[in-house]
């Protein structure tokens, strides 16, 4: 009680002591609430999502922490789009469970609060796009009980026979040999025998080249593939591989060898700087991947800086940087930063030695090789006006693919000068039919085109060229296909003298570079790669006459007002 009316006393008779109570008073109210409104603000966290493929009408579950208690004005977003209110089951400060509308696209999924916008995940409406569907762990190691034939021809379809193949393909494979010496192809040209031991390398059948004809779980339809040999084939899927059963694989106009073997450690990066946007806003970059086939069998991921969104997207990794509620980036530390990854990778030269009198001429064009592949598309304008009146003036009246193909390069050679320099923008390689002259692209997309105008299965190659002092630029060539041979590689623009320091400078390249390819060439594409967006409405940006045939290099929200962006040429860091 004395202690009460000191106080008091004091209190009463000393204004400054009633002033530093009112301070400690208000101090301890500004306290508590600057840690309720730290708590309340606390920016969304997503750690999982129990599906990132679905259906409308799915009802998925998003689990995190910071999405409030209730929501009020909070929100879920994907690809762009605010879900509705009826889309929402339940929303707590760790949980929310959601319906998938009707109209939602693949892209990026946010949980979007008065905090600002959690970090990103990825959800994927599987009515939209072809997506990988697991198998069913119940189902137990493929077998195989016979094939269809012993031996076919490349390019000719095969039918496998057995058991729990799965229901559908999803990334399950079939491998077949492939050698890689010229005296093992000359023996497997011609085979007599079944192989007495187990070659050390195989190649699966390519999706780019639609060689899946049918998948069920006791049934496979598959084209032999380009660059098989004969030995051995299997079954591989997610339980397990079947045993390796032999077969045979001829080659009616010839023998293709993929020789002398070159390991390189290739960076592909971008610098980015100057960042500028509201709240939430979001830059995304893809970084092409670099593709495997039967003359670039290895290709391995050794170093990513920073870790991507999304490892593989499209053949493409997904960088993105996301603005922070203050309108900073996530890289805030660095105004200028790049992002970068390595890849080691080993690339083969190719060889074919082809008898002309003994190519095949097509039997089914209606397979999906044939009809991708001749007609036009993004990158290769075939059958347009002009070319179909010159082809006839060119090719005469041949219908073997091959002598067509020879008599298009031949007159691209002599016909028209290539161009060391490379043509700025978004140029057309028919400016090539009046000018007469063209840059490596230009080269190889002209080639292409006249080879579909004529009905010969053609790819533009897109990556680069590494020369004798290891520098690397971007370059493209031209892959034209033969029904029971595969794939032959051509490169006009080297062919037409383009300057270039091989490793061992053939002594006639116009006759090199038909038919044959040095190991120095690494593929990023093979054909146009039309890649999905990310972002919902954003300013696109592509790259023409770069080292990938990509319709999307860079993605940016609709808030990103400006940034700086560099895309560097691929660094070969090594060779082996």
């Known amino acids: 009680m004395e202690f009460k009316h000191n106080f008091t006393y004091y209190i009463r008779k000393h204004p400054w002591i009633r002033v530093l ?5 208000c101090a301890i109210v500004i306290g508590f609430s600057a840690i309720i409104t730290y708590t309340v603000n606390e920016k969304p966290v997503i750690l999982s999502i129990s599906q990132q493929v679905g259906a409308p009408g799915d009802v998925i579950s998003i689990r995190g922490k910071y999405f409030n208690n209730s929501k009020e004005t909070s929100y879920v ?23 998938i509308p009707s109209n939602t696209q693949d892209g990026l999924l946010y949980v979007v609060s008065g905090a600002g916008r959690s970090n990103p995940d990825f959800f994927t409406n599987k009515n939209e796009i072809p997506v990988t569907i697991p198998q069913s762990s119940l189902y137990a190691r493929p077998e195989i009980t016979s094939l269809s034939a012993e031996t076919l021809y490349v390019g000719e379809i095969l039918t496998i026979s057995g058991k729990n193949f799965g229901t559908k393909k999803s990334s399950a494979q079939v491998y077949f040999s492939t050698k890689k010496t010229r005296q093992q192809a000359a023996e497997n040209a011609y085979p007599t025998s079944t192989p007495k031991e187990d070659p050390t390398e195989y190649i699966h059948a390519s999706d780019l080249d639609f060689d899946y004809d049918f998948w069920s779980e006791t049934e496979i339809r598959v084209y032999v593939p380009d660059g098989a040999f004969s030995g051995y084939l299997y079954v591989a899927t997610e339980n397990g591989n079947s045993t390796k059963v032999p077969f045979q694989v001829q080659q009616r106009a010839g023998i293709k060898n993929y020789g002398t073997k070159n390991m390189y450690l290739v960076q592909t990066s971008a610098d980015i700087s100057d960042i500028k946007g509201t709240k939430d ?14 003359d670039q069998p290895e290709v391995k991921l050794t170093e990513q800086d920073p870790k991507p969104l999304l490892d593989n997207y499209d053949n493409t990794s997904v960088f993105q940087i996301a603005m922070d509620k203050t309108g900073k980036n996530s890289y805030a530390a660095n105004e200028k930063y790049r992002i970068s990854q390595n890849h080691v990778i080993t690339v083969r030269s190719v060889e074919t ?5 003994y190519v095949a001429i097509p039997r089914n064009r209606q397979r999906m090789l044939y009809k991708t592949y001749t007609r036009a598309d993004k990158l290769v304008p075939a059958d347009v006006p002009e070319l179909v009146r010159l082809m006839p003036e060119i090719v005469y009246k041949s219908i073997n ?25 978004d140029t057309s390689c028919l400016d090539m039919l009046k000018s007469k002259k063209g840059d490596a692209y230009d080269f190889a997309v002209l080639y292409a085109a006249m080879l579909r105008t004529v009905g010969v299965p053609a790819k533009v190659m897109s990556g680069i060229l590494i020369d004798a002092d290891k520098n690397a630029r971007p370059h493209w060539w031209v892959n034209f296909y033969l029904d029971d041979f595969g794939w032959v590689p051509a490169d006009p623009a080297l062919g037409a003298g383009l300057e270039y320091k091989s490793f061992q400078p053939p002594a006639n390249p116009a006759k090199y570079y038909f038919g044959n390819l040095d190991s120095q060439h690494i593929m990023f594409t093979q054909h146009y790669n039309p890649v999905k967006n990310t972002i919902s409405n954003g300013k696109t940006v592509s790259i023409p006459k770069s080292y990938a045939t990509q319709s999307i290099w860079e993605e940016a929200s609709q808030d990103i007002t400006s940034y700086s962006s560099f895309w560097n040429t691929p660094d070969v860091l090594g060779v082996y």
Do not use: F
């Open 21 to 25: 109570c009112i301070i400690a008073v």
């Open 77 to 99: 977003e994907i690809a762009g789009n605010r879900l509705t209110e009826s889309s929402y089951v339940s929303w707590t400060d760790d949980e929310i469970v959601i319906t």
């Open 281 to 294: 806003s979001v830059l995304s970059l893809r970084l092409p991947l670099p593709q495997q086939t039967a």
């Open 353 to 357: 030695w082809i008898d002309v009198d």
């Open 401 to 425: 693919p091959y002598r067509q193909a020879k008599l298009i390069y031949d007159y691209m050679i002599a016909n028209y000068k290539v161009q060391d320099k490379l043509r700025k923008g």
